[in-house]
């Protein structure tokens, strides 16, 4: 029986790949996508959201849209990665479709206690839509969360912090001490799932979703060659989606995790307690590892299945 998730997310490059894979692969049951701000504003996140599935030929996949803007803190956008439209780069119309009139959290609720199995979150965004739900709904009928966020020694949007937990630091330390299995998959992982001219070639042999997923990945680049050096971009969101497909592919620790909430040089670091250095009940499955020519691999292969 295949899983059934939800994507929550902000396409985004990364995060429009990730709905992609979870489209392709048969162990999954995509429920529905809910969006929230993030890369770009709310309402761009869910046009890309949108635009991607009907790219797909997949319009019956439900979209809800969420959360605007933080808990508590500013909108922060990043157009500096992902560019004005937030899907910079390939040619894509704007979507002949529109979200589902409900608020994501609602749409959540509905799709949980409809689903005939319990369900798995998979929050590629910043998780504002996602603690608004544990805040409301609770955690009945979820099976777990298994989120693309935070790093152990990383930072991408400040030298101390990844960007989806620093956008809304408030509403990961929700998330992570909700009162259900949760896993992050953070910088330290995502930044081993690097894509280079091989997996390119292969992407863009791959047929024409394919050819789209090589463009998204070549304007991708451009900041992460920028920033880093790399013949290539983290394909960071698939990774999240890759691991429930997966079990096993992404190797995980149970730790302690807390969110800097008070500091504003730290502002949303994740402090994971690797080396168990406090008495702190472990809270997440904390990702450490990843095999990327298998997570390379399993994305060809199923971008490919997409036509
Ligand atoms: C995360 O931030 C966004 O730019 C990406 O889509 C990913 O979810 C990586 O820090
Ligand atoms: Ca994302």
Request: some cysteine; glycine content about 8%.
């Amino acid at each position: 029986m295949p899983t059934p998730i939800i994507l929550d997310c902000d396409p985004g490059h990364d995060d429009a790949i990730a709905l992609l894979l979870a489209l392709g692969s048969p162990e999954l049951e995509l429920l529905g996508v809910t969006t929230t701000y993030g890369n770009q504003t709310l309402e761009k996140t869910t046009a890309n959201a949108l635009r991607v599935l009907e790219l797909a030929g997949r319009v019956d996949v439900p979209v809800a849209s969420g959360a605007a803007a933080p808990l508590e803190r500013d909108l922060v956008v990043a157009a500096h990665v992902h560019g004005e439209s937030g899907l910079d780069g390939p040619a894509l119309p704007p979507p002949s479709i529109g979200p589902a009139s409900m608020d994501a959290v609602e749409w959540i609720a509905g799709a949980v206690t409809d689903a005939a199995r319990p369900v798995t979150l998979v929050p590629t965004g910043p998780l504002t839509n996602v603690a608004r739900y544990l805040e409301e709904h609770g955690t009945d009928g979820l099976e777990r969360i298994v989120l693309m966020g935070g790093a152990i020694a990383e930072g991408n949007m400040t030298p101390a912090a990844e960007f989806n937990v620093w956008a809304d630091p408030e509403a990961a330390q929700i998330v992570l001490h909700a009162d259900v299995d949760v896993t992050m998959i953070g910088l330290d992982v995502t930044h081993r799932a690097v894509t280079g001219p091989d997996v390119q070639r292969r992407l863009r042999a791959a047929g024409p979703i394919g050819i789209f997923v090589a463009e998204l990945v070549d304007f991708f680049t451009v900041y992460h060659r920028q920033t880093y050096g790399w013949d290539g971009a983290p394909i960071h969101d698939a990774v999240a989606v890759a691991h429930v497909l997966r079990p096993g592919l992404v190797e995980t620790n149970r730790r302690n995790v807390e969110v800097e909430l008070d500091s504003e040089l730290c502002r949303g670091r994740t402090v994971v307690d690797l080396w168990r250095r406090t008495e702190r009940a472990a809270n997440a499955h904390v990702g450490v590892d990843l095999d990327p020519d298998a997570f390379f691999d399993l994305l060809v292969e199923r971008v490919a299945r997409l036509g």
